[in-house]
T-cell receptor
Framework: GQSLEQPSEVTAVEGAIVQINCTYQ??????LSWYQQHDGGAPTFLSY????GLEETGRFSSFLSRSDSYGYLLLQELQMKDSASYFC?????????FGSGTKLNVKP | EAGVTQFPSHSVIEKGQTVTLRCDPI?????LYWYRRVMGKEIKFLLH????????ESGMPNNRFLAERTGGTYSTLKVQPAELEDSGVYFC??????????????FGPGTRLLVL
């Protein structure tokens, strides 16, 4: 079966750096995506990694190691508005498999 | 450009009743997906339309769920009769092209369904 594991909750302070890990076991793999969801809102696309390494987009970076079936989302210079749930998702060329989400609480 | 919209935003029904959820994808997006998130769990794939055709419905829980996309535009997801375990948030997402190396899906805000 398909499974993605990520921590259920993470707390950090404003201005800090936080890393949200994701490990996966899927029968097919083309890439790892990250989505952000604020309470009551739509999940919104953050990043996509198809190859090993680090992808940087502003304050957010995403990393993938295909050999380890592992990736992470790195959020720098945390802001209060970053408080949200973050989902990793594996794309197997047919559909996405999502993790259970990590709730990030940013405190002043 | 309007995003993916879903209606209703919330629905509270009794066990045994019927509910129909609607999704309007981004204009021009051939691919439409339905997902469900039960409290605290993963966002789970239900099915995928390409235009009006069902490409993959392997995630549909059982035959109480019926999805349609007549004309290849908006889609409906009907639950009949609803059971308690059907409660959750139903998301719709759309994308332009499936099968590209990077496929970005655009999600709607979801319909929160509570079956009492």
């Amino acid at each position: 079966g398909q499974s993605l594991e990520q921590p259920s909750e993470v707390t950090a302070v404003e201005g800090a750096i936080v890393q949200i890990n994701c490990t996966y076991q899927t029968s097919g793999f083309y890439g790892l995506s990250w989505y952000q969801q604020h309470d009551g809102g739509a999940p919104t696309f953050l990043s996509y990694n198809a190859l090993d390494g680090l992808e940087e987009t502003g304050r957010f970076s995403s990393f993938l190691s295909r050999s380890d079936s592992y990736g992470y989302l790195l959020l720098q210079e945390l802001q209060m508005k970053d408080s949200a749930s973050y989902f990793c998702a594996v794309y197997d060329f047919n559909k996405f498999y999502f993790g259970s989400g990590t709730k990030l609480n940013v405190k002043p | 450009e309007a995003g993916v919209t879903q209606f209703p935003s919330h629905s509270v029904i009794e066990k045994g009743q019927t509910v129909t959820l609607r999704c309007d994808p981004i204009s021009g997006h051939d691919n439409l997906y339905w997902y469900r998130r039960v409290m605290g769990k993963e966002i789970k794939f239900l099915l995928h339309f390409v235009k009006e055709s069902k490409q993959d419905e392997s995630g549909m829980p059982n035959n109480r769920f019926l999805a349609e996309r007549t004309g290849g535009t908006y889609s409906t997801l009907k639950v009949q009769p609803a059971e308690l375990e059907d409660s959750g948030v139903y998301f719709c997402a759309s994308s332009q092209e499936q099968g590209r190396i990077q496929e970005t899906q655009y999600f709607g805000p979801g319909t929160r369904l509570l079956v009492l």
